[in-house]
T-cell receptor, first 110, second 111 residues
């Protein structure tokens, strides 16, 4: 039973399109995150939600909009995709035993 | 700017050898220092973590050494095995919140 699951695993799309990535956690954690991992493997936080409330919004273009319908779900919607958005996006949740990451969504914008 | 600096970028070690990865931080408010292991196509997974009230923590073949005055911490992988080949990330946060990651170290263990 996967603790943090995100879909899809792969996403290939054209520039200018709008896409969404979904994330769900079954760990009962209150806090969820989106991280971006670039081609050099650097992990950078994008957003954090605590119990459906946005608490971290790093310097991310407003084309990226997170939504948390409940504390177990955190989705990421991206408008007007650009080539530079190509990366692996990780969802994570945190509790008393640290962060648990999903397996990532590899987004390729062509 | 990057709040946690990690080195080396990559290292190669023979099976049975010791892998050492170093990290340094600036923010003295950080109070949680985890290490993550990432295999290709997978998300980072928590390996071991330390808080600044101890100078060393060991779990199996993995040991964290922590030097609060120098603002440095390191991961030692003893008796390295081919299955340890992965990318390792150090990280730091205050109150287990908003982890800042190092740039990662790719470890290759040669059989």
């Amino acid at each position: 039973d996967t603790a943090v699951s995100q879909t899809p695993k792969y996403l290939v799309t054209q520039m200018g399109n709008d896409k969404s990535i979904k994330c769900e956690q079954n760990l009962g954690h209150d806090t969820m995150y989106w991280y971006k991992q670039d081609s050099k493997k650097f992990l950078k936080i994008m957003f954090s939600y605590n119990n459906k409330e946005l608490i971290i919004n790093e310097t991310v273009p407003n084309r990226f909009s997170p939504k948390s319908p409940d504390k177990a779900h955190l989705n990421l919607h991206i408008n007007s995709l650009e080539l530079g958005d190509s990366a692996v996006y990780f969802c994570a949740s945190s509790g008393t035993h640290g962060y648990t990451f999903g397996s990532g969504t590899r987004l390729t914008v062509v | 700017q990057q709040q946690v600096k990690q080195s080396p970028q990559s290292l190669i070690v023979q099976k049975g050898g010791i892998s050492i990865i170093n990290c340094a931080y600036e923010n003295t408010a950080f109070d949680y220092f985890p290490w993550y292991q990432q295999f290709p196509g997978k998300g980072p997974a928590l390996l071991i973590a330390i808080r600044p009230d101890v100078s060393e923590k060991k779990e199996g073949r993995f040991t964290i050494s922590f030097n609060k005055s120098a603002k440095q911490f390191s991961l030692h992988i003893m008796d390295s095995q081919p299955g340890d080949s992965a990318t390792y990330f150090c990280a730091a946060s205050k109150n287990d919140y908003k982890l800042s990651f190092g740039a990662g170290t790719t470890v290759t263990v040669r059989a």
